[in-house]
């Protein structure tokens, strides 16, 4: 089975300063994978070059079965237009920290947007998609809502269905919780669990040692822009074999 994220050798420097060191990294389709790690390991970092807003330095990187960024045409690579790298980035819904949900539109009409103006679905199919995904996410009462007279649990949620709406085969989720108040924390999570038991293919980073430890079939642990262990989540959460992750999981716990 071809892995639906693939990496070999990536690597993403901003300047002088290298964020991401030689990557290599295999994710089947269905997997859960967790990140974590310090503030700056490169998690974000891979996850912004996964849905390409961010364009690798060196190496290379696959999704769902595409060379992200190039086209091959017999033995040459040719690089891609923006308009063939907005259609390549379809492969992959992206969850923020903040949620960035257009604040003039409601609940259900940041849902249809996207479907009806990139995918070119029927406003009448888009529609009935998005009510069954606020439902699915818990908030078939707010369809109509504004993003100002929803909690940030609400909003992130409504992130979520949006994202899910543009129909990706891997969803990402960059510290989605992290934004929010602790009692908002568990609205969002229980939709994540939700959603690893359709198979959904899902990278997160996340500081959520529980969430991970329960969901994930991987972990990865970064710390300066590499993957210095990874495991099983028991293996890397309950017995990790390096000092570093050792110390991580002990702060993060402590």
Known sequence: MNPIVHAIGAKKSFGTFQALHDINLSIERSEVVCLIGPSGSGKSTLLRCINQLESLSDGALWVNGELLGFRREGNKLYELK???IARQRLSTGMVFQRFNLFSHKTALENLTEGPTQILKIPARTAREEALNLLERVGLANKC??????LSGG????VAIARALAMKPAVMLFDEPTSALDPE???EVLAVMR????TGMTMIVVTHELGFAREVANRVFFMDHGQ??????????LVKPTQERTRDFISAVLS
């Open 82 to 84: 923006d308009s063939e």
């Open 144 to 149: 109509d809502a504004y993003p100002v007279e």
């Open 154 to 157: 609400q909003q992130q949620r």
């Open 184 to 186: 908002l924390v568990g």
């Open 194 to 197: 939700n959603l690893a038991k």
């Open 227 to 236: 993957i210095v262990e990874t495991g099983t989540p028991s293996q890397v």
